[in-house]
DNA sequence: GTCTATATAATGATAGAC
DNA sequence: GTCTATCATTATATAGAC
């Protein structure tokens, strides 16, 4: 049962929803199986190397997300840069279901993940501080300034996450957009 | 082999250090074993109900410690509020290797984490805002002044330990520990 | 491309000797 | 209080039919 026939992308979304939840080693393929509908043996038709390589696709997946979805509007210079901001803080306000759900980076970064996956994580934040830096730049803000300010969005972004999950409360995640919003 | 005669403290140390590496499921008992000394089955003469009772005396140990290491110091009105501040921050680049290894409460929000132990997540939470909540009051600062300061500090520490793990430069944590302390 | 069946190793956990 | 031995269960992974 499950979904009929499963496209890429949605079964990588389905993958990126699980990890998100379970973490690398906490999600079993069983799990996967029951949630793609799939049987094990199947995965492995999909991604020969089992899990890690199911992490590694995610992850790249998620990569492909935030050029699309991040980078792009973020660096569209015919929108006036207060747009583009807002813009692209709700898309990762939807991203993160207004802070009740954990965010990849932070779930792949345990241990035991493999240092590729690691790897993929690490060029994520590279693109996203990047971004931020840019668009700090239309504001008119200095480099150094800009470079400040890309760094407190993602800590504030990753840190807020945690509160917000510990606490209970997505509260926090709201007003730290809010707070992110103001820093530009 | 492995330490001989392991008091408590000292058995929860190290497990709260594997927690901290390795996640609640990525820690297995083997792992545990192998770190402590001790056989496996000797792990359930202290922990009679396994990893769950494992990752709960971990989470007090660490709830107990946020106690005496962060909540009596920064509430000893005996000493000036920069010097409890910097006293404060001082003991957390400590507790986290200056930014090295990851924070427990990071590792113990994940879906598969029993409700116990995220019940004294959340108390741990709590408890150090509360802790900075006073400190700023006694900074001066307003009520609603003073409950900002202390979430931006909580989701600074947070934040900054995800992105330092994530670039591999613990330089994000160390500035961050900058910023929180010009805060107050 | 999906399945059933299975192999093999590791998991959390227990019994009982010392 | 620690051990060896063992348990049932689950893990990842593969073989081969359809």
Known sequence: MGALILGRNEMLAILLKEFRALGF?????????????LGKASLYHHFPKGKDEMALQVMKFV??????EILIPINDKEIPPKKRLSHVLKTLDQFYEKGATACVIEMMLAGDV???VKGIVKE?????????ISLGKDFGLS??????????????????????????DVGVFKRQIKIIENYF
Request: some cysteine; proline content about 4%; hydrophobic content about 35%.
């Open 25 to 37: 080693q906490g999600l079993s393929l069983s799990r996967i199986a029951e949630a793609t509908g």
């Open 63 to 68: 990569k492909d997300w935030i050029q699309s």
């Open 114 to 116: 493999p240092p590729s």
């Open 124 to 132: 994520c934040v590279e693109d996203l501080r990047e971004g931020f």
């Open 143 to 168: 480099n150094d300034e800009a470079k400040k300010i890309a760094e407190q969005t993602l800590i504030g972004i990753q840190g807020s996450l945690i509160i917000s999950r510990s606490l209970n």
